[in-house]
Protein backbone atom coordinates (compact mmCIF):
# COMPACT_ATOMS: atom_id res chain seq x y z
CA UNK A 1 0.00 0.00 0.00
CA UNK A 2 1.13 3.71 -1.10
CA UNK A 3 1.35 5.39 1.68
CA UNK A 4 3.12 8.52 0.42
CA UNK A 5 3.17 9.05 -3.13
CA UNK A 6 4.90 11.72 -5.27
CA UNK A 7 3.14 11.87 -8.19
CA UNK A 8 5.60 13.98 -10.19
CA UNK A 9 8.36 11.58 -11.17
CA UNK A 10 10.46 14.67 -12.53
CA UNK A 11 10.31 17.91 -12.42
CA UNK A 12 12.54 20.18 -14.56
CA UNK A 13 13.35 24.19 -13.53
CA UNK A 14 15.68 26.98 -14.42
CA UNK A 15 18.38 28.21 -12.38
CA UNK A 16 17.11 31.14 -10.01
CA UNK A 17 13.76 30.09 -10.35
CA UNK A 18 11.60 28.80 -7.56
CA UNK A 19 11.10 24.56 -7.49
CA UNK A 20 7.74 22.99 -5.87
CA UNK A 21 7.92 19.55 -5.11
CA UNK A 22 4.74 17.45 -3.71
CA UNK A 23 3.85 15.03 -1.82
CA UNK A 24 0.92 13.41 -0.71
CA UNK A 25 -0.03 10.93 2.01
CA UNK A 26 -2.91 8.75 3.40
CA UNK A 27 -2.69 7.94 6.48
CA UNK A 28 -3.85 10.81 9.37
CA UNK A 29 -1.42 8.64 12.27
CA UNK A 30 1.22 10.26 10.48
CA UNK A 31 2.94 12.95 12.57
CA UNK A 32 6.35 13.71 11.58
CA UNK A 33 7.84 14.23 7.70
CA UNK A 34 11.23 14.54 6.13
CA UNK A 35 12.75 15.59 2.69
CA UNK A 36 15.68 13.37 1.32
CA UNK A 37 17.93 14.09 -1.49
CA UNK A 38 19.67 11.20 -3.23
CA UNK A 39 22.54 11.55 -5.77
CA UNK A 40 23.12 8.96 -7.99
CA UNK A 41 25.06 6.19 -6.31
CA UNK A 42 24.80 7.61 -3.11
CA UNK A 43 22.72 7.09 -0.20
CA UNK A 44 19.64 9.44 0.54
CA UNK A 45 20.46 12.41 2.73
CA UNK A 46 18.36 14.25 5.23
CA UNK A 47 17.25 17.92 3.74
CA UNK A 48 14.88 18.99 6.52
CA UNK A 49 11.65 17.59 8.48
CA UNK A 50 8.33 19.13 10.19
CA UNK A 51 6.34 17.64 13.17
CA UNK A 52 3.00 17.73 12.54
CA UNK A 53 1.88 20.64 15.16
CA UNK A 54 3.68 22.92 12.85
CA UNK A 55 2.92 24.14 9.19
CA UNK A 56 6.21 25.47 7.97
CA UNK A 57 9.64 24.97 8.38
CA UNK A 58 12.38 27.05 7.00
CA UNK A 59 16.06 26.13 6.45
CA UNK A 60 18.03 28.87 3.98
CA UNK A 61 16.75 27.86 0.50
CA UNK A 62 14.39 25.23 1.75
CA UNK A 63 11.17 25.52 3.01
CA UNK A 64 8.40 22.41 3.85
CA UNK A 65 4.37 23.40 3.92
CA UNK A 66 2.26 21.06 5.62
CA UNK A 67 -0.94 20.95 4.98
CA UNK A 68 -3.05 18.60 7.28
CA UNK A 69 -6.62 18.76 6.25
CA UNK A 70 -5.48 18.01 2.57
CA UNK A 71 -2.61 15.45 3.92
CA UNK A 72 -0.23 17.14 1.26
CA UNK A 73 3.28 18.85 2.00
CA UNK A 74 5.37 20.37 -0.16
CA UNK A 75 9.16 21.23 -0.57
CA UNK A 76 10.44 24.81 -1.80
CA UNK A 77 13.58 25.31 -2.83
CA UNK A 78 14.17 28.99 -4.05
CA UNK A 79 16.53 30.06 -5.59
CA UNK A 80 17.19 26.63 -7.08
CA UNK A 81 20.83 26.06 -8.36
CA UNK A 82 22.10 23.55 -10.60
CA UNK A 83 24.01 21.47 -7.83
CA UNK A 84 19.76 20.80 -6.40
CA UNK A 85 19.57 18.07 -9.14
CA UNK A 86 18.76 15.02 -7.69
CA UNK A 87 15.87 12.82 -6.71
CA UNK A 88 13.95 13.83 -3.97
CA UNK A 89 12.48 11.96 -1.28
CA UNK A 90 9.17 12.42 0.92
CA UNK A 91 8.82 10.19 4.21
CA UNK A 92 6.76 10.46 6.65
CA UNK A 93 6.49 8.36 10.48
CA UNK A 94 3.53 7.80 12.88
CA UNK A 95 4.41 7.78 16.50
CA UNK A 96 8.38 7.80 15.92
CA UNK A 97 7.98 4.53 13.98
CA UNK A 98 9.52 3.45 10.68
CA UNK A 99 9.43 5.94 7.79
CA UNK A 100 7.49 5.33 4.83
CA UNK A 101 8.94 6.89 1.34
CA UNK A 102 7.58 7.86 -1.74
CA UNK A 103 8.81 7.24 -4.92
CA UNK A 104 10.98 10.10 -5.55
CA UNK A 105 10.97 12.98 -8.05
CA UNK A 106 13.47 14.00 -10.23
CA UNK A 107 14.38 17.58 -10.15
CA UNK A 108 16.61 18.66 -12.97
CA UNK A 109 17.74 22.31 -12.54
CA UNK A 110 19.18 24.28 -15.43
CA UNK A 111 21.59 26.70 -16.07
CA UNK B 1 34.23 10.01 11.05
CA UNK B 2 32.98 7.08 8.45
CA UNK B 3 29.31 7.65 7.85
CA UNK B 4 27.26 4.30 7.08
CA UNK B 5 29.60 1.69 5.18
CA UNK B 6 27.73 -0.63 3.07
CA UNK B 7 29.48 -3.49 1.41
CA UNK B 8 30.01 -4.66 -1.27
CA UNK B 9 28.77 -1.48 -3.64
CA UNK B 10 28.34 -4.20 -6.01
CA UNK B 11 27.09 -7.66 -5.83
CA UNK B 12 26.16 -10.05 -9.22
CA UNK B 13 24.62 -13.61 -8.17
CA UNK B 14 23.36 -16.37 -10.10
CA UNK B 15 19.49 -17.45 -9.68
CA UNK B 16 19.77 -19.61 -6.35
CA UNK B 17 22.81 -18.54 -5.34
CA UNK B 18 22.96 -16.70 -1.42
CA UNK B 19 23.52 -12.60 -1.20
CA UNK B 20 25.13 -11.39 2.24
CA UNK B 21 25.27 -7.31 2.04
CA UNK B 22 26.53 -5.89 5.30
CA UNK B 23 26.47 -2.60 6.52
CA UNK B 24 28.30 -0.87 9.50
CA UNK B 25 26.72 1.66 11.42
CA UNK B 26 27.83 5.51 12.20
CA UNK B 27 30.08 5.06 15.28
CA UNK B 28 27.52 5.74 18.43
CA UNK B 29 24.83 4.85 16.49
CA UNK B 30 23.27 1.33 18.08
CA UNK B 31 19.65 1.25 15.74
CA UNK B 32 20.02 -0.26 11.91
CA UNK B 33 17.69 0.36 9.52
CA UNK B 34 17.49 -1.78 6.11
CA UNK B 35 15.30 -0.07 3.04
CA UNK B 36 14.98 -1.50 -0.30
CA UNK B 37 15.09 0.09 -3.79
CA UNK B 38 13.04 -1.81 -6.45
CA UNK B 39 14.32 0.14 -9.92
CA UNK B 40 11.42 2.89 -10.39
CA UNK B 41 10.48 2.92 -7.59
CA UNK B 42 10.85 4.78 -3.79
CA UNK B 43 12.47 3.24 -0.43
CA UNK B 44 10.57 0.27 1.17
CA UNK B 45 11.13 -0.22 4.61
CA UNK B 46 12.64 -3.82 5.28
CA UNK B 47 13.34 -4.20 9.03
CA UNK B 48 14.52 -2.52 12.08
CA UNK B 49 17.50 -3.83 14.41
CA UNK B 50 18.88 -2.91 17.34
CA UNK B 51 22.21 -4.87 18.94
CA UNK B 52 21.30 -8.58 19.00
CA UNK B 53 17.69 -7.55 18.64
CA UNK B 54 14.63 -7.68 15.54
CA UNK B 55 12.57 -4.65 16.69
CA UNK B 56 10.55 -4.67 13.54
CA UNK B 57 10.54 -6.95 10.27
CA UNK B 58 7.15 -6.03 8.97
CA UNK B 59 8.73 -4.77 5.86
CA UNK B 60 10.88 -8.34 5.08
CA UNK B 61 9.60 -10.78 2.94
CA UNK B 62 8.68 -14.01 5.16
CA UNK B 63 10.55 -16.27 3.20
CA UNK B 64 14.56 -16.29 1.92
CA UNK B 65 15.29 -12.93 3.79
CA UNK B 66 16.55 -12.68 7.10
CA UNK B 67 18.47 -9.93 8.93
CA UNK B 68 20.88 -9.74 12.30
CA UNK B 69 22.82 -7.07 13.59
CA UNK B 70 25.32 -9.40 16.34
CA UNK B 71 26.97 -7.60 19.34
CA UNK B 72 30.10 -7.01 17.23
CA UNK B 73 30.56 -6.45 14.01
CA UNK B 74 28.45 -5.16 11.21
CA UNK B 75 24.56 -6.18 10.71
CA UNK B 76 23.95 -8.27 7.96
CA UNK B 77 20.80 -9.01 5.49
CA UNK B 78 21.02 -12.61 4.32
CA UNK B 79 18.89 -13.07 0.89
CA UNK B 80 18.64 -17.20 0.52
CA UNK B 81 18.23 -18.52 -3.18
CA UNK B 82 17.97 -15.40 -5.05
CA UNK B 83 15.51 -14.56 -8.36
CA UNK B 84 15.36 -11.82 -10.13
CA UNK B 85 13.27 -10.18 -8.38
CA UNK B 86 15.77 -9.66 -5.75
CA UNK B 87 17.43 -6.90 -8.16
CA UNK B 88 17.67 -3.57 -5.89
CA UNK B 89 19.37 -1.57 -4.43
CA UNK B 90 19.80 -2.38 -0.69
CA UNK B 91 20.05 0.63 1.37
CA UNK B 92 21.18 0.57 5.12
CA UNK B 93 20.40 3.42 7.43
CA UNK B 94 21.67 3.67 11.44
CA UNK B 95 20.51 6.87 14.20
CA UNK B 96 21.80 7.07 17.44
CA UNK B 97 18.62 6.89 18.98
CA UNK B 98 14.59 5.35 18.50
CA UNK B 99 13.53 5.92 15.42
CA UNK B 100 13.04 8.72 12.90
CA UNK B 101 12.98 11.86 14.57
CA UNK B 102 16.56 12.11 15.36
CA UNK B 103 17.60 11.39 11.75
CA UNK B 104 18.87 8.54 9.76
CA UNK B 105 22.22 8.60 7.77
CA UNK B 106 21.99 6.13 5.40
CA UNK B 107 24.79 4.33 3.59
CA UNK B 108 26.04 4.58 -0.37
CA UNK B 109 23.55 0.89 -1.00
CA UNK B 110 24.43 -2.35 -2.51
CA UNK B 111 23.15 -3.27 -6.11
CA UNK B 112 22.59 -6.05 -5.97
CA UNK B 113 22.14 -7.98 -9.51
CA UNK B 114 20.32 -11.31 -10.06
CA UNK B 115 21.76 -13.05 -13.44
Known amino acids: DQQVKQNSPSLSVQEGRISILNCDYT??????FLWYKKYPAEGPTFLIS?????DKNEDGRFTVFLNKSAKHLSLHIVPSQPGDSAVYFC??????????FGAGTRLTVKP | NAGVMQNPRHLVRRRGQEARLRCSPM?????VYWYRQLPEEGLKFMVY????????ESGMPKERFSAEFPKEGPSILRIQQVVRGDSAAYFC?????????????FGSGTRLTVV
Open chain 2, 93 to 105: ASSHRDRVIYGYT
Open chain 1, 27 to 32: NSMFDY
Open chain 1, 50 to 54: ISSIK
Open chain 2, 49 to 56: LQKENIID
Open chain 2, 27 to 31: KGHSH
Open chain 1, 91 to 100: AASSNNNDMR
